[in-house]
């Protein structure tokens, strides 16, 4: 049973960053494409980045600039470099091999002062 495991979430002042990182277990992680997603409170979950074993990457608007994904296959992880976040990014953030539908137990993320 394939696992994914979020970490780096936390409370940071807007303006700040924050890097989430979503280690997966098993050998075929350099297989899978990742995605990155958030569920702020009272919404429903939303995509925020992408990247296929290849290494190309997608955003959505609301990360354009802001956010970077990037994975190291040879530590099996993926992960979420977040600048100047925005209250508006507050939420639980997941990341989920696109491949399978699995995903992890979420890292939560709050931006406030």
């Known amino acids: 049973q394939v696992q994914l495991v979020e970490s780096g979430g936390g409370l940071v002042q807007p303006g700040g960053s924050l890097r989430l990182s979503c280690v997966v277990s098993?050998?075929?992680?350099?297989?899978?494409?990742m995605a990155w997603y958030r569920q702020a409170p009272g919404k429903q979950r939303e995509w925020v980045a992408g990247m296929a074993s290849g290494g190309a990457t997608n955003y959505a608007n609301s990360a354009k600039g802001r956010f970077t994904i990037s994975r190291d296959n040879a530590k099996s992880t993926v992960y979420l470099q977040m600048n100047s976040l925005k209250p508006e990014d507050t939420g639980v953030y997941y990341c989920?091999?696109?491949?399978?539908?699995?995903w992890g137990q979420g890292t939560p993320v709050t931006v406030s002062s």
């Open positions: 989920t091999i696109v491949q399978l539908g699995i």
């Open positions: 098993g050998r075929m992680f350099s297989t899978y494409a």
